[in-house]
């Protein structure tokens, strides 16, 4: 909700709005669609005098947004009156006094149902609480797998909340971009909609490293004229032979987006400019027949690879095998005339729209059962089979869903030749449970390619692979290292379960027993403390363990547990349930202190915390996963102990906090840290007598940093160091690398995050 106050309306607020209407009903009316702008003029009147007198915290009248959502429903993915009207009216119920039912009786069941389902969901899928997290999120999913619309409508919500984010606090933007980019980009490109997560990854980039940000995007404006000549040379010999063809079509370049090369240096540790594809281009084509489309498709490859040499492993054939998503097309990659390599997009009409607009497009062009919907279908199903054995972890939950459902895929064959679409890194395994569960609980080994492999075995596209059972084979705990899709994991721990159900029950009654015995109520926190004094994961295995006489409950528990209920001691709380990258061990962790908790002063998320050290030491905590230094974009995460935990932005463990606990994120800004900081800095080039002992001493004696560790490794007269230094602020890194590059022989130097 992003109401704020109530306001007298100008007649310049009328006009804005007005044009913002119309503008919609134009670009609905020049739609495919069946014009019935009669219940989208209703749904605008009502949802106007519903949310009369309120603004929106970027200062406009309240009705402005659901306009926008509206305007990007029909134009940029598609939908029809009903989601126009619906997306009109998505706020309605949880900001004003009107019902769904009044909703219903105004407008009909089928648009109430998709503004109960928005409802549910809204305020982002995340709350404060764990609970209410994984809570919101299966609503999500539920509610998508009952009308995907209701889904479709949220992102355009989404994106238009994102393409304001500028007027939110500065907390709200770290939780709002970091929850876009962990869950929504992700869930838009598996939609389909792929220019919508583009903008989603390139916004939430944008709030969250902004000078980054501004700094690829002057460089891209500044090779724009150099990539304007590049692919001119490169497009007028392949234009020139589709128009002797008499192929009707539309070629243009597209730009990589700023996120996509972002990515590109950090993971390749590339500067700028040795990006060299920065750019593909697309040739969408006219067909008015489905069935001669892969055709076109083949014959414009061939001319292309008459004119250019093909690169032997980059052809990729989605006709054939299309994405879970939908996607087709026929992409090649080719050596342009100066000498990069650069990726050929081919399509027809029908295959860029569902590439643009997703599942929405399907609806258009389905012909009976399309293979689409039965694409979409099946990773509802999967959706929904997720669902029916959820995680008691809000964050192993969307861990869990996120192992899978946002994954590229990978394309096998069962011995008949029936294609099975399936997460990349799928094991045999994960196929056998991906068949059946019964399949899955009875498997030893798999044939792929006709040889016999073990369960572990990788997938990889175009294996045939054959599933081995045997009766006597039962399922163990150690088989959850093998899997890697959400489906194969889900089904092997409802086994498991059933399995053990018997001895957990036991252990139960022990622990009921036990707790009874010594006046020990139980609590979430007391038994957070039992998890960790037996180094357990969750209070089912605790109960199995002793129901199994693993574990015995004795005398020693009862001082620390008392201390708990006391409120004594400080339990682990929720960072306990959040996956590991780069465990925090300190001297203020509760893990290692004996005595009360001295707890700090309570800190304020809503306003800039300034990092800095006094007398005292410093305010904050370095995390060990991202090991972040002044000058690098952090934020801060509010741990159980009151104290502020610094992460990178990009952080992966940073990712599940901003997405999970927003309330707990905490925008951050350096000054006065006097602290010394470790950093690493990887330098590669050509191996010459000496060459180390000029980088040693240019980085000691010259620069005066301290050597922390050093690893240097040389192969046939190439080399690569890898060294840990302590610096005071990212400055001292840059010019560090900067002079390191001026030594002879020195072909690369930069830091490693």
């Not at 009862?558 to 061990?585: A, C, F, N, T």
Request: aromatic residues 8%; charged residues 25%.
């Amino acid at each position: 909700m992003e109401q704020e106050g109530t306001y007298m309306q100008t007649d310049s607020d009328e006009q804005m709005i007005q044009e913002a209407y119309q503008a919609l009903v134009d670009g609905y009316l020049n739609s495919n669609h069946r014009k019935k702008v009669e219940i989208i003029d209703r749904a605008f009147q009502f949802a106007k005098a519903a949310h009369a007198g309120v603004r929106r915290r970027s200062g406009e009248p309240y009705i402005m947004h659901p306009i926008a959502v509206a305007t990007i429903v029909s134009q940029e993915i598609g939908l029809g009156s009903t989601s126009i009207a619906a997306a009109l009216l998505h706020d309605v119920v949880e900001d004003t006094e009107f019902t769904v039912e009044d909703i219903e009786q105004h407008f009909g069941p089928k648009i109430a149902q998709l503004v109960d389902g928005l409802t549910k969901i809204s305020g982002g899928i995340f709350g404060d609480k764990a609970s209410v997290q994984a809570e919101n999120f299966r609503k999500l999913l539920l509610t998508m797998s009952e009308d995907i619309r209701v889904v479709l409508i949220k992102m355009a919500d989404r994106l238009h909340n994102m393409r304001t984010l500028g007027s939110m606090a500065p907390n709200k933007r770290y939780k709002i971009a970091g929850e876009t980019l962990y869950i929504y980009a992700p869930l838009a490109h598996r939609l389909g909609l792929f220019p919508i997560k583009t903008e989603l990854e390139d916004l939430s980039f944008k709030y969250e490293h902004p000078d980054i940000y501004k700094q690829i995007s002057d460089k891209i404006k500044e090779s724009q004229a150099r990539r304007s000549e590049v692919y001119g040379d490169f497009s007028l010999p392949i234009k020139q032979k589709l128009d002797e063809l008499g192929i009707k079509y539309e070629a243009k370049a597209r730009l990589k987006s700023v996120y996509s090369i972002y990515n590109k240096m950090e993971t390749k540790h590339l500067p700028f400019e040795e990006v060299y594809d920065l750019y593909a281009m697309r040739i969408v084509f006219e067909c008015d027949d489905i069935n001669k489309e892969k055709a076109m498709c083949w014959s414009i490859y061939s001319a292309i690879t008459d004119l250019y040499q093909l690169h032997p492993t980059r052809t990729r054939d989605w006709i054939a095998t299309p994405k879970a998503n939908g996607y087709q097309a026929l992409h090649l990659t080719v050596m342009g005339p100066d000498g990069n390599w650069i990726e050929v997009q081919i399509r027809s009409r029908r295959m860029d729209e569902i590439a643009e607009k997703g599942f929405a497009a399907h609806w258009k062009y389905k012909i009976g059962d399309g293979d689409e919907e039965s694409e979409l279908n099946a990773w509802l199903k999967t959706i929904k089979d997720i669902l029916d054995n959820p995680e008691p972890s809000a964050i192993d939950f969307l861990n869990t869903l996120k192992l899978n459902l946002f994954a590229s895929e990978i394309v096998v064959f069962t011995p008949k030749g029936e294609l099975i679409t399936l997460p990349a890194g799928a094991t045999v395994l994960d196929l056998a449970f991906h068949l059946h569960s019964e399949i899955g609980i009875h498997c030893i080994a798999g044939k792929v390619n006709h040889k016999l492999m073990p369960l572990q075995t990788e997938l990889k596209s175009g294996d045939q692979v054959e599933v081995l059972t045997s009766k006597t084979q039962m399922p163990l705990p150690e088989w959850e290292n093998f899997l890697n899709t959400a489906k194969g994991r889900t089904r092997l721990r409802k086994s498991l379960r059933a399995m053990r159900q018997p001895v957990i029950v036991k252990g139960n009654e022990i622990l009921e027993e036990w707790f009874a015995s010594h006046g020990i109520e139980e609590s979430n926190r007391v038994i957070t403390k039992m998890l960790g004094v037996f180094h357990v994961a969750n209070r089912d295995e605790l109960c199995y363990q002793l129901g199994a006489d693993e574990i015995v409950l004795g005398d020693f528990l009862i001082k620390p547990l008392k201390h708990v209920v006391d409120g004594k001691k400080q339990s682990s709380g929720i960072l306990s349930k959040i996956p590991l990258i780069g465990r925090i061990v300190t001297s203020s962790s509760p893990e290692t202190l004996s005595g009360e908790l001295q707890q700090p002063e309570p800190v304020n998320t809503k306003q800039i915390y300034t990092l800095h050290t006094d007398a005292h030491g410093p305010n904050y905590i370095i995390s060990s996963c991202c090991n972040p230094i002044p000058g690098d974009d952090v934020l801060g995460f509010v741990n159980d102990d009151g104290k502020v935990e610094i992460h990178s932005v990009d952080c992966p463990r940073a990712q599940v906090l901003k997405a999970g606990y927003g309330s707990r994120i905490v925008a951050t800004e350096w000054a006065g840290v006097t602290d010394l900081f470790t950093a690493h800095v990887r330098i590669e080039g050509i191996d010459r007598r000496g060459i180390l002992q000029e980088i040693t001493q240019l980085i000691s004696s010259l620069m005066g940093i301290n050597i922390r560790k050093l690893f240097i490794e040389a192969e046939k007269e190439v080399f690569h160091a890898d060294l840990w230094i302590e610096v005071n602020d990212k400055d001292v890194v840059r010019d560090l690398c900067d002079r390191t590059k001026k030594i002879q022989g020195v072909t690369r130097a930069t830091r490693i995050l």
